[in-house]
């Protein structure tokens, strides 16, 4: 959409122009779909967290003040949002899991390069749901241990606990996938 239209359809959704409404979701909910889904347990809870964050862009549009994109804005309104679901649903972040206390190091000749976006992406998918909320908050969304605490309702000390044991969890996943290959490939 170009600018100059998507800045004519904002108007409008506050104007609550139910078309105008349906565009704007219908031009976004792809991207903001992909961001719920991040945080997400899955599809259905994603659609949820998605709903939830259009239901809200809608009725505090006019928070919107025009500084900074507004995709960046409905972005950070579906993260809240995600954060909100489940806060509600009461997610119990882990603090302890069957993750060994040794730290395997990945072979040194393990190619990341290798692995695809996607694989990497559904790896993150399969993080527990604590481990993969903070993950995404600090490794990807770039927020600090602070923030994460103050949006979670948690400690420092966890949400750096969660990180850890996230970066833990994925290094095993990537470790028995290069196992994996090396096995196929004395095959």
């Known amino acids: ?3 100059a239209k998507l800045l004519h359809t904002w108007k409008e959704c506050l104007s609550n122009n139910r078309k105008a409404q349906s565009e704007l979701y219908q031009y976004f909910a792809p991207k903001m779909y992909a961001v719920c889904l991040r945080f997400a347990e899955n ?3 994603a659609q949820d967290i998605l709903q939830n964050g259009f239901i809200k862009v809608f009725s505090k549009g006019q928070n919107f003040e ?3 994109s507004l995709e960046g804005w409905i972005r950070k309104v579906m993260l809240n949002s995600a954060i909100e679901y489940y806060r509600k649903n009461k997610t ?3 603090t302890t899991d069957s993750i060994s206390e040794d730290h395997h190091e990945l072979p040194a000749d393990f190619d990341m390069h290798s692995l695809g976006y996607k694989d990497l992406l559904n790896m993150i998918k399969e993080l ?3 481990y993969r909320t903070v993950f995404n908050l ?3 969304e770039g927020y600090n241990h602070k923030e994460i605490a103050e949006m979670l309702d948690m ?3 966890t949400s750096k606990s969660q990180l850890s044991r996230a970066r833990q969890w994925l290094k095993e996943k990537l470790k028995k996938m290069e196992e994996n290959i090396h096995e196929r490939s004395r095959i």
Do not use: D
């Open 1 to 3: 959409m170009e600018p």
């Open 43 to 45: 599809a259905e809870s």
């Open 66 to 68: 025009g500084k900074g």
């Open 92 to 94: 119990v972040f882990q």
């Open 128 to 130: 527990p749901i604590g």
């Open 138 to 140: 600090y490794a990807i």
């Open 155 to 157: 400690s420092e000390g």
